[in-house]
């Protein structure tokens, strides 16, 4: 009896640990059907490297940030449909159900956010990614202007920016994907991130989390907020991996957007 016991007790310890250790799934798509992907842990260099390129002053130091752990990231920009089912209604001037959501402040994301996080079947835990995760995100391993390199001779190709978009965005998931799976990271609308604006990246944290202290501001000492990506309205420099933009949290523009971070760890609804 007690050999038995022993044994089940094995047995069951054996399952519980093999069900913790075991390696989160590559996507999840909630209950609204937003898919995201696992983004592995890992390190990468941050920012411009001077000995490749003339680097602007916003995007210095270069410097390495280690994830320890993987987290998701929405394999596209949030569109118009997945939007209007959380908030009632499509504030996008270019309104088509499938392109992403625009004309939304940074301040309208975070409401945004917040309305997302207050539905019990979605899990919680959806937040903007930090500008250090989307830079990781974006690259997937490269150290190039663009994740599929620096060649500028077919970038319409990749992304929708001033030469390739027509004069309007386009639904997501219409160019090729980067390696880690995500769709429109360049090109198409800018995206917020959960970041307050630096003028460069002395005192950056280097391990990938939200940097939040000692903001610039503005004139009412609102902190500025950081958009990352590019949009379908600007030259293709615009869309680099490096760069940076800054922006009042309150501004609406029918090229800013999003896109939905997620950490592995966080409740979630049956897999799809």
């Known amino acids: 009896m007690n050999h038995a016991f022993a044994l089940g007790a094995l047995l ?12 989160p799934p590559e996507t999840y798509t ?28 916003t995007e210095l130091p ?10 998701y990231l929405g394999e596209t920009e949030v569109t118009q449909r997945q939007w209007t089912a959380v908030m009632g209604e499509n504030p996008s001037y270019f309104k088509h159900p499938d392109n992403p959501v ?18 019990p079947e979605l899990g919680g835990g959806y937040r903007l990614p930090s500008e250090a995760e989307w830079e990781y995100a974006t690259r997937a391993g490269s150290q190039t202007d663009y994740w599929f390199g620096d ?8 992304f929708w920016y001033l030469d390739s978009s027509h004069e309007h ?43 939040s202290q000692d903001c610039q501001r503005m004139a009412n000492g609102t902190p500025l907020r950081m958009a990352r990506g590019g949009a379908w309205f600007l030259y293709p420099e615009g869309a680099r991996s490096a760069l940076r933009f800054r922006y009042a949290p309150n ?21 799809k």
């Open 12 to 23: 069951a310890g054996s399952i519980i640990s093999n069900a913790v250790c075991a390696e």
């Open 62 to 71: 270069a410097h390495r940030v280690t994830f320890a752990e993987p987290f």
């Open 30 to 57: 909630d209950a609204l059907g937003i898919r995201f992907r696992l983004i592995p842990a890992g390190d990468f260099q941050m920012g411009c490297d001077t000995t490749r390129y003339r680097c602007d002053e």
């Open 151 to 158: 060649n500028d001779q077919d970038l319409g190709h990749y």
């Open 169 to 211: 965005p386009h639904p997501v998931a219409q160019k090729p994907v980067n390696p880690w799976g995500l769709y429109d990271v360049h090109g198409n609308v800018w995206e917020w991130v959960a970041d307050c604006v630096h003028p460069n990246y002395v005192g950056a944290p280097s391990d990938g989390s939200v940097w």
């Open 102 to 119: 625009e004309q939304v402040s940074w301040e309208d994301a975070q409401a945004f956010v917040h309305t997302l996080n207050r539905r």
């Open 251 to 271: 501004v609406r523009h029918y090229g800013f957007g999003l896109r939905l971070a997620r950490s592995v760890e966080t409740p979630r609804a049956p897999l």
